[in-house]
């Protein structure tokens, strides 16, 4: 038998090395991988017959869907966003999915999205919990705290400067004025002693730097910095989520306000400590206790919440690969 593992098709500026974590959670379960196959191509696959784990968040081209007939898929962790929902799933892409029914999903919004359908579905959570495979084998941290792109969805340069119509956009929206916001939040919620000794690390990388062997090179990399870390604080759900595999305290930074971020969440913020921000109200919220400004000195444990989904999808996905 043949092994797939998805990559993922680059940004106009950049490709989000999130994506490739996602893989290798599907990768850690496979004797070998055979080949690469591009989430967007999925329907282009003409190799021998070969399984795939389909996990993670669908798609940028729900045009090119459905998969190739030459792919045995396993649908588990699978988001079907809000966006792309009504054109994905069409007759011919609800017929595809009733094939492989019941479909593992990552949220409860495909979990009910899929069953308006009448396509059999069940919440699994993320494949990103079974990362447990790259925590360090010693106790103790190295006492870094690593700030992974914190509320990345708030206005900022890079989004604003892109060019001449993302810059219209952001004068009209008055965008351009609040540049600043995510910073005035972060100084509210921890001291200024955490903000200036942490690191800061982006999970979007620039296009056309790196091959797909680099590109997981780089999310192992990463996931052996987080592993390793006295704390994370980020928006990014794979970091957050890792993190919880890894046994890495985390704090999760929730500042989404649109469905097609919200709709992805569902399920997923409960199982770490969140603290929600919202933008237009300035309020502040967090499902565990906050006194005061958040300092490096916090003593963070991580919920066990996720044990349960990390083992049901160790062996979900050990039952698929081990079939004949």
């Known amino acids: 038998m043949k092994y797939s593992i998805m990559t993922y098709a680059e940004g106009d500026r950049w490709f989000n090395i999130g994506d490739y974590v996602q893989s290798l959670a599907a990768k850690q379960f496979l004797p070998q991988v055979d080949s690469y196959i591009n989430r967007?191509?999925?329907?282009?696959?003409?190799?021998?017959?070969s399984k795939i784990i389909l996990n993670g968040w669908f798609t940028h081209h729900p045009e090119t869907w459905v998969p190739a007939d030459n792919l045995i898929p396993l649908f588990i962790s699978l988001h079907?966003?809000?966006?792309?929902?009504?054109?994905?799933?069409?007759?011919?892409?609800?017929?595809?999915?009733?094939?492989?029914?019941?479909?593992?999903?990552?949220?409860?919004?495909?979990?009910?999205?899929?069953?308006?359908?009448?396509?059999?579905?069940?919440?699994?959570?993320c494949l990103t919990l079974t990362l447990d495979s790259y925590a360090k084998k010693e106790s103790g941290n190295d006492g870094k705290i690593y700030i992974v792109d914190p509320l990345y969805g708030f206005p900022n340069k890079d989004r604003i400067f892109v060019n001449t119509k993302s810059f219209i956009k952001?004068?009209?929206?008055?965008?351009?004025?609040?540049?600043?916001?995510?910073?005035?939040?972060?100084?509210?919620?921890?001291?200024?002693?955490?903000?200036?000794?942490?690191e800061y690390i982006k999970q979007e990388l620039p296009k056309?730097?790196?091959t797909e062997d680099e590109k997981f090179l780089?999310?192992?990399e990463l996931l052996r910095k987080y592993s390793t870390a006295k704390l994370v604080i980020t928006s990014r759900i794979h970091c957050a989520l890792p993190c919880l595999a890894l046994g890495t305290p985390v704090i999760y930074l929730n500042g989404f306000e649109k469905?097609?971020?919200?709709?992805?969440?569902?399920?997923?913020?409960d199982l770490f400590h969140t603290i929600n921000i919202n933008r237009k109200t300035k309020e502040i919220s967090s499902n565990f206790k906050i006194s005061g400004l958040i300092d490096e000195n916090i003593e963070l444990v991580n919920k066990l919440?996720?044990?349960?989904?990390?083992?049901?999808?160790?062996?979900?996905?050990?039952?698929?690969?081990n079939q004949n």
């Open 40 to 49: 967007e191509c999925l329907g282009q696959y003409t190799g021998e017959p």
């Open 80 to 125: 079907i966003n809000s966006t792309v929902a009504s054109r994905m799933l069409s007759d011919e892409g609800l017929a595809y999915l009733k094939k492989y029914e019941p479909i593992g999903c990552r949220d409860h919004f495909t979990v009910r999205l899929l069953e308006s359908k009448g396509v059999k579905a069940y919440f699994t959570g």
């Open 170 to 198: 952001g004068v009209i929206k008055g965008d351009i004025l609040n540049m600043n916001s995510s910073n005035e939040f972060m100084q509210k919620i921890f001291s200024k002693s955490l903000l200036d000794q942490a």
């Open 208 to 210: 056309d730097t790196y």
């Open 218 to 220: 780089l999310a192992e």
């Open 259 to 269: 469905e097609f971020d919200a709709c992805r969440m569902e399920g997923l913020s």
């Open 305 to 321: 919440d996720y044990l349960a989904l990390a083992n049901k999808l160790k062996t979900t996905v050990n039952g698929f690969i």
